[in-house]
């Protein structure tokens, strides 16, 4: 049972313009989301998370908007560069748990084109 | 200072052996997690370590899978007699503290993974 989905698989767009990268998720007991992004043969890197409280957080060309309604949130790149291209990792933090461990998507993989 | 570091980086095995796959945290971490990544699919997490708490296994798939954590930093995953759809990555993670606090969960830094790939 996937409780954090990715459905589009990649994503690619032209440089400066903007990337929209989406996430949805079951559980309403998440209570906080992250994105992450992966570069090839690296590990993932923390990119911004959101509290459930919020429906929004920016943080220079990166915004995450969470509709806690819809289940759903997005990652806004703007603008792309194609230093960008990788791939996303959504991430939800179970509130019930004091583990810490992250419940992860399957990636989108974005690539900006010059 | 250092990140987190695994090792192999890549491991080709044989279906019924044994591996350990290894990662060195961050120093001062106290919380590490083993996740994995199979082809297509997202990070599935595994096990998680906090200290000197007992860990929490939860996400490991069957009792061929194991891991230790020796005084609080290195820890070694090991798979007994491997299958093939245990081929995948292995990501090893750590963070400060393991606990969610007002500011949400502890930032996780991950290792560069161990691609395990069973014959």
């Known amino acids: 049972d996937q409780q954090v989905k990715q459905n589009s698989p990649s994503l690619s767009v032209q440089e400066g313009r903007i990337s929209i990268l989406n996430c949805d998720y079951t559980n309403s007991m998440f209570d906080y989301f992250l994105w992450y992004k992966k570069y090839p043969a690296e590990g993932p890197t923390f990119l911004i998370s959101?509290?459930?409280?919020?429906d929004k957080n920016e943080d220079g060309r990166f915004t995450v908007f969470l509709n806690k309604s819809a289940k759903h949130l997005s990652l806004h790149i703007v603008p792309s560069q194609p230093g960008d291209s990788a791939v996303y990792f959504c991430a939800a933090s179970p509130g019930s748990s004091n583990t810490g461990k992250l419940i992860f998507g399957q990636g989108t993989t974005l690539q900006v084109k010059p | 200072g250092a990140g987190v570091s695994q090792s192999p980086s890549n491991k080709v095995t044989e279906k019924g052996k044994d591996v350990e796959l290894r990662c060195d945290p961050i120093?001062?971490?106290?919380?590490l997690y083993w996740y994995r990544q199979s082809l297509g699919q997202g990070l599935e997490f595994l096990i998680y370590f906090q200290g000197n708490s007992a860990p929490d296994k939860s996400g490991l798939p069957s009792d061929r899978f194991s891991a230790e954590r020796t005084g609080g930093s290195v820890s070694t995953l090991t798979i007994q007699r491997t299958q093939q759809e245990d081929s995948a990555v292995y990501l090893c993670?750590?963070?400060?503290?393991?606990?969610?606090?007002?500011?949400?969960?502890?930032?996780?830094?991950f290792g560069p993974g161990t691609r395990l790939t069973v014959l």
């Open positions: 120093s001062g971490h106290t919380a």
């Open positions: 959101i509290s459930s409280i919020k």
């Open positions: 993670a750590s963070s400060r503290t393991g606990t969610s606090g007002s500011r949400g969960p502890n930032e996780q830094f």
